[in-house]
């Protein structure tokens, strides 16, 4: 007893061990209005609503709207997925979210060999347009705003997917509102250089921007999620996550500039999908950073004159990365501060993570606690009924500035070599990315960094620790859906197929600036799948079918 | 590629580490990499996109003291039993295999009964992963 008294003893008289922010910003023990000497209230801070957006992109902020609440799901076949959808808008959710098996984010179908054993797993197979159409059926396209998330070169054809079903169910393509993650660019590191070769991977994203200018100006045709993406992939600090996504912004809208459109034709329809880590005040001083960095670069840089080029609009996702395997109902109260982070930070929409996250995808009960964890947010606490409510905090204040300053030194950095396209291709990029992992790694073994229940405060797994249970894919999804692509392969009207594809192939070969989305819609309504119009794009630049250079072209 | 030296005879230790299906989380790997490599091991790592066959034959080829194959997305339940199916088919059965990632608690112990030789997931230390490799080496070498 007398170690255990000891030990409270030692508890009791504890202080702040760490004194830096999670990203390494060193912190002074108090900030006074001294720190905020060169700040123009006028030119850096403002209202919400006004240039250059640093207290929020809306005057009146969630007076006018609620963010959105966006949990994402999918998995087994599209029926399940239909159902999964159809059960979150009955818990509260407001805007759709969908994820992909990976098979389809690498652009093979459920029949290839890579397949097996990933076929509905990490998400819904969107092999072909007979998919989205069971993943969406009974939902109206024209009432709902819909993710898709990518992140990979295939975004053109899951986007030609959703045109397909809204042309065939009678709604306007000028009314479809949402987004697919078309940052391919993301796609290289997260889901493999061969399946997302660099000149594939602009094309796609430019090519869903140039055709979204005409033809659907509600859809958020640039929708950056390296910022989500890539600092879970190595532990990114705030600033990295910045300069890294606005890089990756930069590279698509130079493309569709090149392609004759404008800035202001390109950037209202810009939306950014962030991370929310653990460190509240630093996200939130994060969101402010990126709100006032956009701003001016979109007018300053860019030129752009139309003041809805000038907003940076946030969706955010709270960190898996930061969650544990270890006693996992903790995730419900990291994700909660990092929701809370994100309302106060002024995002436009949030995916609260479920508290699973470490082990399976969400299960029911994990959803219903994000969504309430949300709910909440939004009607208890009442962090909602004010805009930028630590605005004018010498500390965010000074944390905005700063991180402000570092994400543009590294911004600039890429920029000097000449953009973050090259800044891959050298490998300066992967090298980021390892080092920083590294970096983390070590400051987490070392104890240096207190993650609760991972290096302190540990014990053993318990029964009862995911009261969730762990979410199971049933075992007949994979062998059902083969059979469907299987089925689909041999009814389809395949001289239509044929004729799509040349088509597509043709086009393709006309060089990178000829935009494919019209061809790959065209495929896609007359049932060609995934692996046949990515495939056909490969061939036609110069690389192999699949990205494994295991099948050969059908056609 | 592979030295001219009976692999009992070498002494330092060789591991391949790689993911396994279509999974691109990479962040774990990378890490065990890198600690492997600190601690004096030669590693060689595969990357993704690896079917189970080609990580044994990967594994034949270069010549390895030992597996270590990372899962996230489930692959542990589909890809790993193949994996482990093939190797005893294929008397791959003298290299261990380790398996570590996104791995349920309640599924270690199917892992183990199938004759995968350790499960690490997010929490083992550089040291647990490191003296259990050095164990599991000595073991086989004899």
């Not at chain 1, 699973?356 to 995808?361: K, W």
């Not at chain 1, 075992?475 to 594809?501: F, N, Y």
């Not at chain 1, 600036?513 to 495939?535: C, F, H, R, S």
Request: net charge negative; with cysteine.
């Amino acid at each position: 007893m007398s170690t255990k008294l000891d030990r409270l003893t030692e508890a009791y008289y504890e202080k702040v061990k760490r004194t830096r922010t999670w990203s390494g910003i060193q912190l002074k023990p108090i900030y006074t209005p001294q720190d905020l000497a060169g700040v123009d209230f006028e030119r850096d801070i403002a209202d919400a609503g006004q240039y250059p957006f640093t207290r929020g992109i809306h005057p009146d902020m969630y007076r006018g709207k609620l963010w959105t609440r966006r949990q994402g799901w999918g998995y087994g076949l599209g029926e399940d997925t239909n159902k999964q959808l159809k059960q979150l808008i009955e818990q509260g959710n407001t805007g759709l979210s969908i994820y992909r098996d990976l098979p389809s984010a690498n652009g093979i179908d459920s029949d290839h060999p890579m397949a097996e054993g990933e076929v509905g797993v990490a998400g819904v197979a969107l092999c072909s347009v007979q998919d989205m159409e069971a993943i969406m059926d009974g939902i109206p396209l024209d009432r709902i705003t819909t993710s898709l998330l990518c992140g990979s070169v295939v975004a053109p054809i899951m986007l030609a997917q959703y045109i397909a079903l809204a042309d065939k169910t009678g709604v306007p393509r000028n009314k479809l509102r949402g987004q697919v993650s078309s940052d391919p660019l993301m796609g290289y590191f997260c889901y493999g250089k061969e399946s997302n070769p660099l000149d594939l991977c602009v094309k796609a994203a430019v090519d869903v921007i140039e055709f979204c200018n005409k033809e659907m100006p509600q859809w958020n045709a640039t929708y950056i999620s390296a910022c989500y993406n890539l600092r879970e992939a190595a532990a990114l600090t705030a600033s990295q996550e910045i300069a890294l996504g606005f890089g990756h912004a930069m590279a698509y809208i130079r493309g569709a500039m090149a392609r004759g459109l404008g800035i202001d034709d390109i950037a209202p329809r810009a939306n950014f999908y962030c991370n929310v880590g653990i460190d509240f005040f630093e996200e939130i001083a994060k969101f402010r950073a990126m709100r006032r960095m956009w701003a001016r670069l979109m007018k300053e840089k860019f030129g752009a004159k139309d003041p809805r080029s000038w907003r940076f609009r946030l969706a955010t996702q709270t960190s898996g990365a930061s969650l544990t395997k270890q006693q996992p109902l903790n995730n419900i109260v990291r994700a909660a501060f990092q929701t809370m982070a994100s309302v106060i930070g002024g995002a436009q929409s949030v995916y609260c993570t479920p508290y699973e996250e470490t082990v399976c995808l969400p299960t029911d009960l994990g959803q219903e606690i994000a969504l309430r964890t949300q709910e909440i947010i939004a009607y208890e606490t009442g962090v909602a009924a004010v805009a930028d409510p630590l605005g004018g905090s010498y500390y965010l204040e000074t944390l905005t500035n700063r991180i402000e300053e570092e994400a543009s030194e590294l911004l600039d950095r890429i920029e000097e070599m000449g953009g973050i396209v090259e800044a891959i291709r050298t490998g300066w990029v992967e090298s980021l990315l390892d080092n920083q992992l590294t970096q983390y790694q070590k400051e987490v073994e070392s104890g240096q960094r207190t993650v609760v229940g991972l290096n302190t405060f540990v014990r053993p797994p318990r029964e009862g620790d995911f009261p969730g249970g762990i979410l199971r894919i049933p075992a007949h999804v994979e062998e059902e859906q083969i059979a469907r692509v299987k089925r689909l392969k041999e009814t389809r009207d395949s001289p239509k197929v044929r004729e799509a594809i040349t088509n597509l192939r043709c086009t393709a070969e006309k060089g990178a600036g000829v935009n494919l989305m019209p061809a790959i819609i065209d495929a896609v309504k007359v049932y060609a799948t995934i692996e046949e119009i990515q495939g056909t794009i490969r061939e036609a630049f110069g690389y192999t079918w699949d990205p494994m250079d295991m099948r050969k072209s059908p056609f | 590629m592979g030295e001219n030296v009976v692999r009992s005879e070498r002494q330092q230790i060789r591991v391949l580490l790689t993911k396994i299906g279509l999974d691109g989380h990479t962040r774990g790997i990378k890490a065990v990499a890198a600690m492997l490599r600190n601690a004096g091991m030669e590693v060689v790592y595969l990357g993704h996109f690896q079917s189970p066959k080609g990580i044994l034959k990967s594994a034949l080829q270069e010549d390895v003291d030992i597996i270590g194959v990372s899962c996230l997305a489930g692959e542990h339940l589909t890809l790993v039993p193949k994996l482990m199916r093939l190797a005893k088919e294929n008397n791959v059965e003298g290299i261990p295999i380790v398996v570590g990632g996104v791995i349920p608690d309640e599924d270690v112990e199917n892992l183990e009964a199938m004759g995968v030789h350790g499960v690490f997931t997010p929490g083992a230390t550089s040291h647990q992963i490191i003296s259990f490799i050095k164990d599991a080496v000595r073991e086989k070498r004899g």
